[in-house]
């Protein structure tokens, strides 16, 4: 089939962000042709003030380079400027006569930067902020001359008058209203914003009025409405923009304040659409880059043949950056009746966070000097969250003081530093990611660089990277699915495992509309998890949907071979099995022998053949040591034999080891026992902690000393050992049926909160509910070390084939 | 080159591996939920992980050390990441189920 051609007006971020998305949906359907009336490729626009400010050189602001064009077969006519279309005979014409037919169109042709229609605007001096040629003259003039004014105090117009101190020029900015950024911030934050600026140098005339531009030829000083003058050698007018609709208007395509589109950026005419600044969408011209780019996808699926929704309009969140300056600010700031506000100040740090609240919804925020909760709140304020009765939460998360924000420390890294610490992914080449391929979000930078895509610790820090490079409107926040096979979360596939009973990885992922048949590493472990817990006596266990160490219970390590950890219950041993573990090794000329940190003994280097023989002689029980089940339960010596110990809190581990041995969970938990608050089996730190005291026991939950250290929190104190057995019991069933696969307990209590978990184990009925729930899985576990040595089906896999045929001498 | 007998139909089940060594080779044999037979070196490029011990997903195997996705097909890589291992052609014997591979005589020392 021959290509469609279809010709983009405007070589801008919103319409070549369009092609790109094109590109992916359908790379082969059109033949592109792309008009652009400057001679660059397609930059970042918003990134101006960084380069004008000396942040950024120009190359670092491209977006598309020259080879981009090229890779993609793109015809991209740059420094031409389409001045006519002819809709019925479907062409368009640049001002140098090039004619170039359509099928498809789109106009991306931005807009205007608006000027002051004053008397003299006409003068040499006289300039916008809008492309880079803009900025050349901004440095031009700050070599021969000194005075600048910037007529607008809005974000353009502040970030332009930083642009130019940093050119050490005596910089004022005049504005209309008595405070800046009015559209964006409360007078509290202005005034915030502007005694920094004035801190920085930059002067301000508030309240003013601009009635002409005074000089000869060229510009010397500006008089206002009120009588004053000020002296000026460049007047950057920065009041503002209009769309850019002259093209469209000219052949008849209906135009309002901008072109007129619909919910797939139809324009009147069937074959041209219109994206961008340029596009007028339910009455509401955008100027910010997040609605563009919603824009420019919706319209690239709409001419990919792909089903879409359409554009629904776009909720609106500014970050403003200049030097040393954060500013956020979204959605309906100002306070108004019916309205309730959090607000913190803090005029010694200079922070002031605002949250307008109403009905219980964030509608709107203002932050200042620390723009740390900016992401998060604006995807609170887009999905309408209700956020009633942690209010203060939001803007007060415990134990963070004056901490430095998160994108502030990124930002302060070194390029080669190190963001995911298990791939070794550095800063450099995440930031690259972000810039050349365009990543988005968390999932993007993790398939493209793997940052994150092992122990997931570093995710904050990618998020805080993309926040940097992209500005918090720019950084896609997905809703996190199981793994790149679907977008349903955890508790979404669970539900329906119960509700529509479904018994295998397959079924699951057939009625779910898995978009690969038969999933991935990631998502197969997790199904063969949930379909176990959800159905015990039904589910078949799915050995070929295990990890390698639970298919063959042990530990592989990185040379093949394997790690073999017996159970020693609470970390109490007797000579006999010592004995027996010693001789194993020396028989099977085991290389190393370690103490594990949970108290028992670890055979390294052992050959996968030899696995059973191992166990067989061991005759001990697994250890699980290497699977999302119960690992150890550490204890101190206790009452025992210490003089401090209160009670047996050897028994007490050895006995909740032996009931909970060989259980599944979500992710691997480790258990302690201390015998008093001493606190020597370091129970605080575990996922689960029984603190012995005077008379009883305390249970702590969500400890750990991993990679996400967290102190556990106290789940209850109880009087006898019974007790302990209850509460441990429910406690896990209850994580086992509501924690996400892979979710240790520290982010469980986190995610769902320790209060949720004490009110469901509040009342007897329902802990002994979960009880015998935990007592059926238990009672149904075999140990699988005895399972293999007996079962010589399975016993066989653990060999190498060693039959040889010579067969004949093929061609 | 030589045909050899190296396993049979029933020594492996559904996405599932197997593993065959001849002389200092070591292939890690694959039976696809279709029922077809894949032979590759049992090496990943990354860091020598067993890839006879991945999760197998129609005809791709996450290596078990650092989840590298490879394809039994053609023995490449998928990204991010790069890089292929040797694939072998495999024969199977409709009536008996024998897996067959050609091999160098060379590799033939038993």
């Known amino acids: 089939m021959a290509k469609k051609k279809l010709v983009l007006v405007g070589n801008g971020m919103a319409g070549v962000r369009c092609i790109e998305d094109i590109l992916k949906l359908a790379p082969d359907k059109y033949e592109i042709t792309i008009f652009g009336s400057e001679l660059h490729p397609n930059y970042n626009r918003i990134s101006l003030s960084s380069v004008l400010a000396g942040d950024a050189d120009m190359k670092d602001i491209i977006l598309n380079d020259w080879d981009w064009y090229n890779e993609n077969h793109i015809t991209l006519y740059s420094g031409q400027t389409v001045d006519k279309i002819d809709p019925v005979k479907k062409w368009v014409r640049s001002s140098s006569g ?13 807009s205007l930067p608006f000027m002051l229609p004053l008397p003299g605007a006409n003068k040499e001096g006289v300039i916008a902020f809008r492309d880079i040629k803009d900025c050349q003259t901004m440095v031009e003039t700050s070599k021969k001359y000194k005075k600048a004014i910037v007529i607008g105090g809005g974000l353009l117009g502040i970030e332009a008058a930083r642009g130019l101190l940093n050119l050490n020029m005596d910089v004022s900015v005049v504005h209309i209203f008595s405070h800046l950024m009015e559209r964006q911030l409360d007078p509290t934050a202005a005034h915030m914003l502007q005694q920094e600026l004035e801190n920085q140098g930059m002067k301000f005339l508030l309240e003013k009025n601009t009635k002409a531009i005074l000089g000869k030829k060229r510009v010397t000083s500006l008089e206002f409405t009120d009588g004053s003058t000020v002296e000026a050698d460049l007047v950057v007018m920065a009041v503002g923009i209009k769309p850019n609709v002259a093209l469209a208007k000219d052949c008849g395509i209906e135009v309002n304040r901008g072109i007129v589109v619909n919910d797939y950026l139809e324009t009147s005419d069937p074959h ?3 994206v961008g600044e340029c596009a007028e969408h339910r009455g509401t011209v955008y100027g910010l880059v997040a609605p563009l780019y919603e824009q420019g996808n919706v319209l690239a699926k709409r001419l990919a043949g792909v089903e879409t929704e359409g554009y629904q309009g776009s909720v609106l969140a500014t970050k403003l950056k200049v030097s040393g300056v954060n500013v956020f600010s979204a959605g309906q700031f100002m306070d108004a009746p019916g309205t309730k506000v959090v607000r913190v100040q803090d005029d010694f740090d200079g922070i002031y966070k605002k949250i307008v609240m109403k009905n219980g919804k964030i509608i709107g925020s203002v932050l200042f ?54 791939n070794g992914v550095t800063k450099e080449t995440i930031i690259q990611a972000i810039k050349e391929k365009g990543c988005t979000s968390v999932q993007d ?50 539900d329906a495992i119960r509700r529509m009973e479904l018994t295998t990885t397959k079924e699951v992922m057939n009625v779910l509309e898995w978009s690969q048949s038969e999933g991935c590493s990631k998502c197969r472990p997790a199904l063969n998890y949930y379909l176990g817990m959800v159905w015990p006596k039904e589910h078949v266990e799915e050995r070929e949907s295990r990890f390698v160490n639970e298919r063959n219970h042990a530990n592989i390590q990185k040379d093949g071979t394997y790690s073999v950890v017996p159970r020693i219950y609470g970390g109490v041993t007797t000579p006999g099995d010592l004995k027996k573990i010693a001789d194993v090794a020396v028989k099977y000329n085991v290389p190393m022998v370690k103490f594990t940190g949970g108290q028992r003994i670890d055979l390294f280097g052992v050959k996968k053949e030899d696995l059973p023989k191992v166990w067989e002689e061991l005759d001990m029980p697994s250890g699980y040591a290497y699977g999302k089940a119960l690992r150890t339960v550490k204890t101190c010596v206790g009452s025992t034999w210490c003089r401090f110990g209160t009670q047996d809190s050897m028994k007490m581990g050895i006995e909740l080891e032996k009931k909970l041995e060989r259980l599944n969970t979500p992710a691997k938990i480790k258990l302690a026992v201390s015998g008093c608050p001493r606190n020597c089996s370091e129970a605080t730190v575990k996922d689960l902690g029984v603190v012995a005291i005077d008379g009883g026991w305390e249970i702590y939950v969500g400890g750990n000393g991993g990679t996400d250290v967290r102190t556990a929190d106290l789940l209850v104190k109880v009087k006898t050992e019974e007790e302990v057995m209850e509460w441990t019991q429910s406690y896990f069933q209850y994580y086992r049926e509501t924690a996400n696969y892979n979710e240790r307990t520290s982010k469980w209590v986190e995610r769902i909160g320790l209060e949720t978990i004490q009110k469901e184990l509040e009342q007897k009925e329902n802990r002994m509910a979960l009880v015998e729930r935990i007592e059926n899985v238990l009672s149904l576990m075999e140990d699988p070390w005895k399972e293999i040595i007996e079962n010589n089906e399975l016993r066989k896999t653990f060999e190498p084939l060693s039959y040889l045929n010579l067969v004949g001498t093929a061609e | ?37 894949r032979a590759i070196e049992n090496s990943c490029p990354h860091k020598a992980g067993k890839l006879s011990e991945g999760i197998v997903c129609d005809h791709h195997v996450y290596c078990p050390l650092h989840d590298w996705k490879i394809n039994l097909d053609d023995g490449l890589v998928q990204s991010p990441d790069e890089g292929c291992v040797t694939t072998y052609r495999v024969e199977v014997d409709q009536k008996n189920g024998d897996i067959s591979i050609d091999v160098e005589e060379k590799l033939l020392v038993f």
Request: aromatic share 4%; with cysteine; hydrophobic share 40%.
């Open chain 1, 369 to 422: 000097g620390d723009t740390t909760e900016g992401s998060e709140l604006f995807s609170m304020i887009r999905k309408q969250e209700d956020v009633s009765g942690r209010e203060r939460e939001i803007l007060l998360p415990a134990g963070t003081g004056t901490a430095k924000s998160g994108v502030d420390r990124v930002a302060a890294m070194p390029m080669d530093e190190i963001i995911c610490g298990c």
């Open chain 1, 272 to 274: 041209v659409y219109a």
């Open chain 1, 445 to 494: 930078v993790k398939a493209c660089t793997k940052a994150s895509g092992s122990c997931g610790g570093c995710k904050p820090l990618v998020v805080d990277l993309l926040t940097y490079v992209l500005g918090a409107e720019g950084v896609q926040t997905e809703k996190e699915g199981i793994c790149g096979c679907t977008s349903l979360s955890h508790s979404e596939v669970v």
């Open chain 2, 1 to 37: 080159m030589k045909r050899i007998v190296i396993a049979n139909m029933s020594d492996i089940t559904e996405k599932r591996s197997r593993v065959v060594h001849i002389g200092s080779l070591e292939i890690a044999l694959f039976k696809l939920s279709t029922g077809e037979i």
């Open chain 1, 98 to 110: 090039l004619v170039v037919s359509y099928d498809e169109l789109i106009l991306a042709t931005g």
